[in-house]
């Protein structure tokens, strides 16, 4: 499933792009790319074409996944080759008697269950904000609601205490989360072909949970687990995103991803409001802030003071050195 193939190394990896996107529409297209490829294989289609402009990463995604499963297959990209704009393919319905909301069709908006992207005249400047009417969800509800995430082992796996599946999880997050319109942004980004761009998002549920997930994280992993864990999700996302899905390197880090999970169990305690989301704290048998061995700035149980005198001796000892030697040094 998606989930399986990608989101869930996505939560693994608290993945956002540029700290801000949390890759809704890159996920999906990869997957996206591969079903289409194997579904035109097993037809033993001679052509395949996809919709993507020659200014975006879709194109760059769809084509090199096609190239590498299905290299004797053609690929076909009509709004690429003839350069259409969407205001052309507009005025050409138009042209045909075609009536809709042309209101609506002004916006790309592209809904799937990691989010939602919405990109429009206002997202290829660098100045203008999307309008309130350009986002799927509107503010439904006022107030507050409290919510509380069950993660085993890294996966999402019951909301308010209700067992689902980890996409079912989702999905119920976002209803509830979509009412208070909560997770929208404007993402800036380098696109694969080298230009800058902007576009906007709402992914509710993808947030709460990456945040959520992150706060669990904090928890029950060492700090050398999540400094290695951080670096290597931020090459597992560029990577996606940049169609590079197929590349082995990715199963390696998957691996990492996966094996990094094992504690990260519990439950985390969310309060939804509008336009945002506050995490209250965590439940966890695994959580290494544990009263036994002592409170942050209070008191210790495992030490005495002579061992902290020693150790703070020792960690300093090399950079004393160092300005001993150096002391004549501007």
Sequence with gaps: SFYQKVVKYLIFGNVLKNNTYPLSVSAERVIQ?????????????????????????????????????????????PIRDEKLTRQQEI????SEGINMPWEKAKYSVNKGLWGT?????ETLTSTMPLPESAYPSQLEKEGYQKVVLTFN????????????????????????????????DIHVGDTIVGIKGRVGFEAAAALITIKAHHLLEKH?????????????????????????????????????????????SGSVFVTL??????????????????????????????????????????LGNQNKIYQQVNKNEE
């Excluded at 591969?34 to 020659?54: L, Q």
Aim: proline share 3%; hydrophobic share 40%.
């Design 33 to 77: 790319a591969i079903e289409i490829i194997e579904y035109a294989k097993s037809i033993n289609a001679e052509f395949i074409a996809h919709g993507s402009t020659g200014a975006g990463n879709d194109q760059v995604r769809f084509d090199m996944i096609f190239q590498t499963l299905a290299p004797h297959i053609t690929i076909i990209t």
């Design 91 to 94: 005025d050409y319905l138009k």
């Design 117 to 121: 992207s919405v990109g429009g005249e």
């Design 153 to 184: 082992k890294g996966n999402l796996v019951a909301v308010n205490g209700k067992i689902d599946d980890p996409e079912k999880c989702i999905e119920l997050l976002d209803f509830f989360a979509t009412k208070y319109a909560i997770g929208r």
């Design 220 to 264: 029950t992993l060492t700090k050398w687990q999540l400094q290695h864990k951080e670096y290597l999700a931020s090459f597992y996302g560029m990577h996606l995103h940049e169609g590079q899905y197929l590349d082995p390197v990715m199963r390696n880090i998957e691996a990492f991803l996966e094996s990094s999970q094992k504690s990260v």
């Design 273 to 314: 409001k509008p336009y945002h989301f506050t995490l209250d704290g965590i439940s966890s048998p695994h959580d290494l802030m544990n009263a036994r061995f002592g409170s942050y700035g209070e008191e210790n149980k495992v030490w005495t003071a002579e061992d902290a005198k020693g150790f703070i001796k020792i």
